[in-house]
Nanobody
Framework: VQLQASGGGSVQAGASLRLSCVGS????????LGWFRQAPGKEREFVSGISWRDGSTHYIDSVKGRFTISRDNARNTVYLQMNNLKPEDAAVYYC???????????????WGQGTLVTVSS
């Protein structure tokens, strides 16, 4: 599946953004989907994922209660709703597709281009 992310922007702390990632191909519903982020000088970090099999969702602790991942298979789209953004959330965000939800980037086999999120304090 090919993925294309969008929705990044520059906001103040406490604001919200919704990232979208549109996939191409008929097999979209058979992919687990995830969001990663990478800040300057840091490694790519798993943020959230949603399983294709049962729709279960997974989050890193620092975004629990603030971020929500969802998918719309009819639109071949996965979303990341980000509320109460903090300066430490600033990064380039990437969507990813793969067979299972995992925190390891190399286990995902499809990646979208990044979308930049900037959060000012």
């Amino acid at each position: 599946v090919q993925l294309q992310a969008s929705g990044g922007g520059s906001v103040q702390a406490g604001a919200s953004l919704r990232l979208s990632c549109v996939g191409s191909g008929r097999a979209f519903s058979s992919y687990s989907l995830g969001w990663f982020r990478q800040a300057p000088g840091k490694e790519r970090e798993f943020v959230s994922g949603i399983s294709w099999r049962d729709g279960s969702t997974h989050y890193i602790d620092s975004v629990k209660g603030r971020f929500t991942i969802s998918r719309d298979n009819a639109r071949n789209t996965v979303y990341l709703q980000m509320n109460n953004l903090k300066p430490e959330d600033a990064a380039v965000y990437y969507c990813a597709g793969g067979p299972i939800v995992t925190t390891t980037p190399r286990h995902w086999n499809s990646w979208g281009q990044g979308t930049l999120v900037t959060v000012s304090s």
